[in-house]
């Protein structure tokens, strides 16, 4: 009995405990070639919104015109403190995104980072469906060839939420950024987007 109440505690202690900064959730290399996909698995991700395929070493997202909708991509998580790091093209898309819901069903919208061919932003969010409320907080006007492969890395860490994408660096605040995180969206508007070397990763907060 002893030893079972001991049991009991350390996993309660194991649950609070905090998770040590750059603890990997999961690394997606999108190598896996995989035809068009709406709706199911994909490379350990789940395409919804728009269709999606894996080929030549990397995730494409196309938006569909029957959808009304942009595309979505989206991996399921906890964590409180959040690192995103990939990289991206943005093709023909007219757009790229990369939202976070948090932990309250069904996931409500958090925050997004987008990047278009002249600028890159910070939203915070709220809601879900039609009652989606988005406010830009911060933007940075730069070029961002189309043709060419980007880094970004993306930290939201209580309520800061900051994003360095190639040698620019952007920053904001927001009370709304310090929710849990439970869900991550790669997003596209318009077709030829494509991402790689997908990573999230804890930023030390705990869980």
Known sequence: MRLLLSLLAAS?????APVPAGSL???TPFDQPQGPTR???INGWSAGIGEWSVKDGALFGDELKEDNHHSSCTYRLDAG???IQAQFRLGGAQSIAFGCRDTVAPNLHLARTFVSKDAVWITHMS???KTTKSTKVAELKMPVDPAKWHDIRIEIVGDRYRVRLDDK???ATHPRFKDRKGLVALITKGQGAAFRQVTLRHAGEAR
């Open 12 to 16: 309660v202690l194991a649950a609070d």
């Open 25 to 27: 959730i999961v690394s």
């Open 39 to 41: 709706k199911k698995p």
């Open 169 to 171: 660096e952007l920053e």
């Open 81 to 83: 403190g959040l690192v």
């Open 127 to 129: 809601g879900i469906a």
